[in-house]
């Protein structure tokens, strides 16, 4: 057995954050977050995985989405990430925007909303992008 099987039946292994036995947020096979954290590394990899769910995501929206400039696969992408895709489909007129490839009544759209006042200076940079595309 190995070393990793052997700690995981001892530990369990558990997808989402919660508490242990001592009150510890803990995640994975007793990964202590409280006091251990996560890695630099163990962050970036995180953060691919969750970049490439996005994208498919988006690739169930956009038939297109690899052909469009890559200032608007950027954004596009930083929405999803940020929003996930429930609230991303919301933004049914921008997406319609992005569609017909009006990039600047796409970041319009993007602008008049809740979101950009939640967002701050991320919608800002967002909207110059798509604006600019």
């Not at 690899?66 to 950027?74: A, S």
């Not at 940020?82 to 796409?106: C, H, L, S």
Request: include cysteine; aromatic fraction near 10%; charged fraction near 30%.
């Amino acid at each position: 057995m190995s070393i990793e099987d052997y700690i995981t039946k001892h530990e369990s292994m558990v997808l989402h954050p919660y508490t242990d036995s001592v009150g510890k947020l803990t995640i994975g096979v007793g990964r202590n977050i409280d006091d251990r954290g996560i890695s630099r590394d163990e962050a970036l990899y995180l953060l691919k995985n969750d970049i490439e769910m996005s994208i498919n995501d988006l690739l169930d929206i956009f038939n297109d989405f690899y052909l469009l400039p890559n200032d608007v696969q950027l954004v596009m992408i930083d929405m999803m990430f940020n929003m996930g895709e429930t609230r991303f489909r919301g933004f049914k007129k921008m997406i319609q925007a992005v569609r017909d490839k009006d990039f600047k009544e796409a970041a319009r759209q993007a602008k008049d909303s809740k979101w950009c006042k939640q967002v701050g200076i991320r919608c800002e940079d967002n909207y110059n992008l798509l604006y600019n595309s």
